[in-house]
């Protein structure tokens, strides 16, 4: 018993522990949308952009660098959506290019330039070493954020999700609605990178709420299992990476994958059927029709 | 220009053209929508058929001609059973409740707002499946929560793609009368369909659509063999039995055929 309450006598890990709970049901609550929405690709995309507007924020302004990640993963989830409605070139494509070059600037900015902050190691991975007051200040507040903007337009996210078209001509603006979605989702990524690793980040998002799909056909009660799915994964998985010491992103993701199995193997072929159709890929431009009114 | 009606017109397309990518898919289309209109569009795949609606729709700028709307016009529109996504976790009550997009923005539905709910899903028959999961239903059940969904607007217009398709005989001619009495009450309806015999030949108009209007007017007007082989490329007989159109495919050379 004590060994469990062992790593609490360390503040690190007690701000970890924090960081990484709120992460894991920041990141299944968002998630619901991203996954239903056939989205997937993207949050694996802007993980990879933000690490970009890392290495370059760090470098030009070392002391505001999640800004300036935030700024950057922004501007990269707004780039995608554009190039994407543009019709030319396909959202799956425009991911391709804009966030992988962002990665690859980031990758060498780093090997050249070095790093202030976290080690390329852990921007990749997650870690909870050096998780400031104020890290969990902004994951907090993007936290608030996302509840209150999903709280506020519940019924529109969900008519958009399901069938923008309709939704567009019904009074949702579903191409803002899409824009703000993004914010929503790259600040989301953003605050909960440290912890959880820029190359781990999507399968947070898509897990808990893949599992949530599996246990539920309800859209509010697969809000509430994602987000709570998430945030046993963040604590469990925080609490496994401090015993096994690997970093704490790793274990997050392998508990949620245990999960997974678990309920795949009590849900059967009924869990299966109810998360089918999760892969189907809606396309940027599709989401967000060309004219409204 | 097409239309059956003499009220107020609603939408007009005026040489409107629509395409996707470079392909034209309407050419130079006049077309208006009355407020007393009830209006079936038929076609070969791929003639234009949904493009149109979906011009009427909003949905898709033409890339030439004026496209006019009524201010503040609500429309609702019933898509294609083929085009849901029938995994979307949520319930049939839940469907019809995402329409109320004005007004209250709490995520949970009001007294009223369930009490209005449940009262168009008792108006259409399927008040006691509220509770299910939208996968669970028929394709006339799905049908009718579409048209749940799309009464709840309270809308001028209704636009219906293939309302038809994929359901069987009696749900059909359930559709059918669902469709003449919200016409009756002052609804104006416009529906896509290639179901001649159980579905176009029984409206008061038709639109005749291949890249263009090709014909429009009764069905009297529109379903000849002239008319059907302009618009489908294929040569049809056209019968009358006990007063109704019967359009049968194939010239009687194929049907001899094929025997």
New interface residues.
């Given amino acids: 018993m004590d060994a469990l309450f062992e790593p609490l006598s360390y503040a690190f890990f007690n701000k970890g522990l924090i960081v990484a709970t709120l992460s894991g049901a920041l990141l299944g609550f968002i998630g619901v949308f991203i996954v239903?929405r056939g989205m997937s690709y993207i949050g694996h995309g802007l993980s990879h952009s933000i690490f970009g507007g890392f290495a370059a924020s760090q470098l030009f302004a070392a002391q505001f660098y999640m800004l300036g990640a935030g700024l950057w993963g922004i501007a990269s989830a707004l780039a995608i959506t554009t190039v994407a409605r543009r019709?030319r070139v396909g959202a799956d494509a425009a991911i391709g290019v804009i966030t992988t070059a962002s990665f690859a600037l980031g990758v060498a900015l780093f090997a050249k330039f070095g790093t202030s902050g976290p080690s390329f190691e852990n921007a990749l991975f997650g870690s909870i070493l050096g998780i400031s007051v104020q890290q969990i200040i902004g994951l907090v507040a993007v936290s608030i954020l996302a509840a209150v903007f999903v709280?506020?337009?519940?019924?529109?996210l969900?008519?958009s999700?399901?069938?923008p078209?309709?939704?567009?001509?019904?009074?949702?603006r579903v191409a803002r609605l899409e824009a703000m979605l993004m914010i929503v989702l790259s600040l989301a990524i953003l605050a909960t990178l440290t912890v959880i690793g820029v190359t781990l980040v999507a399968a947070m998002l898509v897990i808990p709420a893949v599992i949530g799909?599996m246990l539920?056909?309800?859209?509010?009660?697969?809000l509430a299992w994602s987000t709570g799915i998430g945030m046993f994964c963040g604590f469990v998985g925080m609490y496994a990476s401090y015993y096994a010491g690997v970093p704490s992103g790793t274990m997050i993701v392998l508990v949620g994958a245990v999960i997974f199995v678990i309920v795949l193997a009590i849900t059967g072929g009924r869990g299966l059927?109810?998360?089918?159709?999760?892969d189907?890929h809606h396309d940027v431009a599709e989401l967000a029709?060309?004219?409204?009114? | 220009m097409t239309g059956t009606g003499v009220g107020e017109i609603l939408v007009r397309l005026d040489h409107v053209s629509a395409r996707y990518d470079k392909q034209i898919v309407l050419d130079h289309v006049d077309f208006h929508v009355h407020e007393d209109q009830f209006t079936g569009i038929v076609g070969p795949s791929g003639a234009g058929k949904t493009t149109l609606l979906r011009l009427l729709l909003g949905t898709l700028k033409p890339v030439a001609g004026t496209l006019t709307t009524e201010p503040d016009l609500r429309v609702a529109y019933v898509p294609q059973l083929e085009t849901v996504d029938w995994n979307f976790p949520i319930t049939v009550f839940e469907c019809v409740l995402m329409s109320r997009t004005q007004g209250r923005r709490l995520p949970w539905a009001s007294t009223t707002e369930r009490a209005r709910v449940m009262s168009v899903l008792d108006r259409l028959g399927i008040a006691d499946l509220s509770q299910r999961h939208i996968r669970e239903l028929s394709g006339g059940q799905q049908q009718r929560m579409f048209l749940a969904r799309a009464l709840l607007r309270e809308p001028q217009l209704l636009l219906l793609d293939e309302p038809t398709s994929g359901v069987d005989v009696s749900t059909r001619h359930d559709i059918l009368h669902l469709l003449g009495d919200l016409h009756e009450d002052g609804v104006a309806i416009v529906l896509t369909t290639h179901d001649l015999n159980g579905m176009a030949a029984h409206l008061p108009h038709l639109v005749c659509v291949n890249k263009r209007i090709v014909a429009d007017g009764s069905p009297a007007e529109v379903i000849t063999p002239t008319v059907l082989e302009e618009t489908f490329g294929a040569r049809m007989e056209v019968l009358e039995h006990l007063g109704m159109l019967v359009v049968v495919d194939g010239a009687p050379e194929v049907r001899s055929k094929a025997m």
């Fill in positions: 239903l019709g709280f506020l337009r519940y019924r529109a969900i008519f999700t399901f069938d078209d309709v939704a567009d001509v019904s009074g949702v799909r539920t056909d309800s859209f509010g009660k697969m059927r109810r998360s089918a159709g999760l189907k029709p060309v004219v409204t009114r």
